[in-house]
């Protein structure tokens, strides 16, 4: 029985009943796995209309989880290989050395795509974008000092600083509007393609356990770092497009506030972070690492499918 077969029930008075399934032959980047535990994780944000609340701490359906994360926890440990002897602040810098003319979807966005490629990726993007800001918050409660007020200084701009408007989910949903797409939460949940499930899944992943803190701050780190190279690319391609000023206004907001961010979460957040915890400087390091990763795997589906004229979804968008 699937994930979605079994939320539809009401959770089981059975406390500890154990929600078994074969996961043997399940392959840790596919489908399957990233949607049922993207399910699994949704219970902790806003949970689904119909579905009773009870699920998000069924014992046995948590059971279920922790066999889907270390699935995909271990593929990424793997992949991501030997940390080796660098620094958190020395990856970061790593990380800000980007190519004028790299080969991802921004650079083919800002030089060639179409404006209904342009569609799909506000599409994939948009199940990390309208809850933008929140897999990181879990990990609040886990950090202490100046790492804790910078981080929430930084995540307090990502939620508007104070105004609803400026919500950047709210400034997502405004994007998405302007470009003819559903702007409701999750409403593209069965469009988009694994990758792009597995980029929001690893923040969760991180966010959710206390022992992955340090990957979670890796991986903020990381997303604030190369967010304003990334959409400086996204503001030209859609000024090429001619596309709505609300689509251009989002990353035109990561260009500016970004800048900043990467200031802070470099020296105040990591910085911190690990001249009081030095043991998880390497977790640090990993969660920058497993971010790239699973970057460049969505990255790479997009520009597969899009050389190859395809659709990048998994079923189209009206
Ligand atoms: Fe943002
Ligand atoms: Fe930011």
Redesign the pocket.
């Known amino acids: 029985m699937s994930v979605v077969d079994l939320l539809a029930e009401r959770a089981p008075l059975r406390y500890l009943a154990k929600v078994e399934t074969s996961l043997a032959d399940a392959d840790p980047a596919g489908i399957d796995l990233h949607l049922a535990l993207y399910v699994c994780y949704e219970l902790h944000y806003r949970g689904f209309r119909g579905v009773d609340s009870g699920w998000e701490w069924n014992p046995g359906l948590i059971y279920l989880r922790s066999q889907l994360e270390d699935l995909f926890l271990s593929d990424v440990r793997r992949q991501v290989g030997e940390i080796g002897e660098v620094s958190a602040l020395e990856e970061l810098e790593k990380l800000c050395v980007e190519p004028v003319n790299g080969d991802g979807p921004s650079y083919y966005l800002r030089d060639e795509g179409t404006w209904e490629q342009m569609r799909e990726y506000f599409t994939h993007r948009s199940l990390y974008h309208l809850k933008?800001?929140d897999p990181h918050a879990w990990a609040i409660p886990r950090l202490t000092g100046q790492a804790k007020a910078s981080f929430v200084a930084v995540e307090f701009?990502?939620f508007g600083a104070g105004k609803g408007t400026r919500l950047?989910q709210q400034l997502f949903a405004d994007l998405m509007e302007a470009a003819g797409l559903d702007a409701t939460y999750l409403s593209y949940l069965n469009h988009v393609s694994a990758e792009a499930l597995a980029v929001v899944n690893l923040m969760s992943m991180f966010g959710l356990h206390r022992r992955l803190r340090g990957c979670a701050v890796g991986h903020f780190a990381a997303t604030e770092v190369t967010?304003p190279p990334g959409s400086r690319r996204m503001v030209q391609a859609l000024e090429r497009m001619g596309a709505p000023i609300e689509c251009r206004a989002f990353y035109a907001?990561?260009v500016e506030?970004?800048a900043v961010h990467e200031q802070v979460v470099r020296t105040d957040v990591v910085g911190d972070l690990v001249s009081r915890e030095p043991d998880l400087d390497a977790d640090v390091v990993f969660g920058i690492r497993a971010f790239d990763l699973v970057e460049n795997r969505l990255a790479d589906h997009l520009m597969r499918s899009w050389r190859a004229g395809e659709s990048s979804l998994r079923r189209e968008i009206d």
């Open positions: 933008e800001g701009d990502e950047h967010s907001e990561h506030a970004d």
